[in-house]
């Protein structure tokens, strides 16, 4: 089994491109689902059938795996077998019949206007780790980017002329993302007065952001760095890049953005994993609706 799965990963790292993260959850996955064959003494792959999968499934709920994780487990067994099939290394797919578990939707968090506000004020702007920490939450909010896109900024990707930087997203699929004059205004700050007092030549780093030794900035510094501006603001709130990304979305579409412009923007496949931040505008329709539509008030 395992060396089925180590040609799949290859086909996914060379062939397929993905990204590094994807490819260890996807090993991950599997071999959990190797461990679960050896429990049940099955060797042969092409003996593995709809029921053995299922078996492995309740598996999985036994061992309260959330309906998230199962439906991650379930997509890479899918994508595995896939492969398999293919290249006539099994006669028949035993996924063809299952169904993901269905997922809770729960409200992406926000940032209210008001607490944004609060902590675009607390780095301080004489250091030039202040310039960058209020860099990374400008970045964060003006673009929408994911943390992992953010840390791989290099300085030729940042386009001062057209206010835009070139991104490389999920599954090494570049994108634009567009900046204002806020930004703008950060990143000339940091990059005149901050980035050349942390870099060092032993690394000489070609990227944006630099941790305090002069090296790239990584996603585990970035979350702390978000950790500690919230606890010096005093907000009882807890943050994550992701807040920045969910605020970006929905700041966007209460200010008349349309959701196509925003699934670009945010670098989504699909539209419908957009559709989530149209929930968080309902407040601002119902306002409109109350001032524009003649029968809202009359009883």
């Known amino acids: 089994m395992k060396n089925y799965i180590n040609d799949f990963l290859d086909v996914l790292a060379n062939e397929k491109k993905y990204s590094m993260n994807t490819i260890i959850n996807y090993r991950d996955d599997l071999e959990l689902f190797s461990d679960f064959l050896v429990i049940e ?21 036994d061992k309260k795996y959330a309906s998230k994780a199962i439906a991650r487990h379930i997509s890479s067994l899918r994508s595995f077998f896939k492969y398999l099939k293919k290249y006539d290394l099994i006669n028949n797919n035993p996924m063809l019949l299952i169904s993901n578990p269905k997922q809770e939707k729960k409200l992406p968090k926000i940032l209210y206007p008001k607490e944004l506000e609060t902590l675009m004020n607390i780095p301080n702007l004489n250091t030039p780790l202040g310039l960058r920490d209020s860099l990374i939450l400008e970045l964060l909010y003006s673009t929408g ?5 953010l840390v791989n900024i290099r300085l030729k990707d ?38 050349d007092k942390l870099y060092n030549l032993k690394y000489s780093s070609d990227y944006l952001l630099l941790s ?16 500690d501006i919230v606890a010096a603001s005093g907000l009882k709130i807890h943050i994550s890049p992701h807040v920045l990304r969910h605020t970006f979305a929905t700041d966007m579409l209460n200010n008349g953005a349309d959701l196509r412009s925003v699934q670009e923007l945010l670098g989504h496949e699909s539209l419908s994993t957009t559709t989530i931040y149209t929930h968080l505008t309902n407040e601002r329709l119902r306002g409109v609706y109350l001032n524009a539509h003649p029968r809202a008030h009359k009883s």
């Open 158 to 195: 940042i386009n001062f002329n057209n206010k835009e930087i070139n991104i490389l997203g999920k599954g090494s699929k570049e994108r634009i993302v567009l900046f204002g004059k806020t930004c703008e205004y950060k990143l000339k700050e940091y990059l005149s007065k901050g980035r």
């Open 212 to 227: 305090k030794t002069g090296r790239k900035i990584n996603p585990r510094e970035v979350r702390n760095v978000l950790d």
């Open 41 to 61: 003494k099955v060797q042969d792959i092409k003996k593995i059938d709809y029921q053995l999968i299922r078996k492995y499934l309740n598996y999985l709920y």
């Open 145 to 149: 980017v994911r943390v992992s896109e």
